[in-house]
């Protein structure tokens, strides 16, 4: 089971190939330890992809409890994309 600065490290990698967010949070999902709250997932965007708390929030209160899109994944895709781009 990895630990979670290896998620983070992961995670890292996958913002740098500009890889979907969907990509990203399948990823997450799928590891043992991420603890799949909205609280870490904030904490992995900020740790992986030094994203401001303002930006990732905005981007979680597009997604359900459950993680399931709350919005149309292209809407989704388009704040994932304007994030990534700010980075540069």
Same mark, same amino acid.
């Given at each position: 089971?990895?630990?979670?600065?290896?998620? %983070?490290?992961?995670?890292?990698?996958?913002?740098?190939?500009?890889? $979907?967010?969907?990509?990203?949070?399948?990823?997450?999902?799928?590891?043992?330890?991420?603890?799949?709250?909205?609280?870490?997932?904030?904490?992995?965007?900020?740790?992986?992809?030094?994203?401001?708390? %303002?930006? $990732?929030?905005?981007?979680?209160?597009?997604?359900?409890?459950?993680?399931?899109?709350?919005?149309?994944?292209?809407?989704?895709?388009?704040?994932?994309?304007?994030?990534?781009?700010?980075? $540069?």
């Amino acid at each position: 089971m990895p630990d979670m600065d290896a998620v %983070v490290a992961e995670a890292r990698r996958m913002i740098e190939d500009r890889r $979907s967010v969907f990509d990203l949070l399948g990823f997450l999902r799928g590891e043992e330890s991420f603890p799949g709250t909205p609280f870490t997932f904030l904490r992995v965007l900020h740790e992986a992809g030094g994203f401001s708390l %303002v930006d $990732s929030r905005e981007l979680l209160s597009m997604f359900e409890l459950d993680w399931r899109p709350g919005a149309p994944a292209a809407e989704i895709e388009r704040q994932w994309a304007a994030m990534l781009d700010s980075r $540069s």
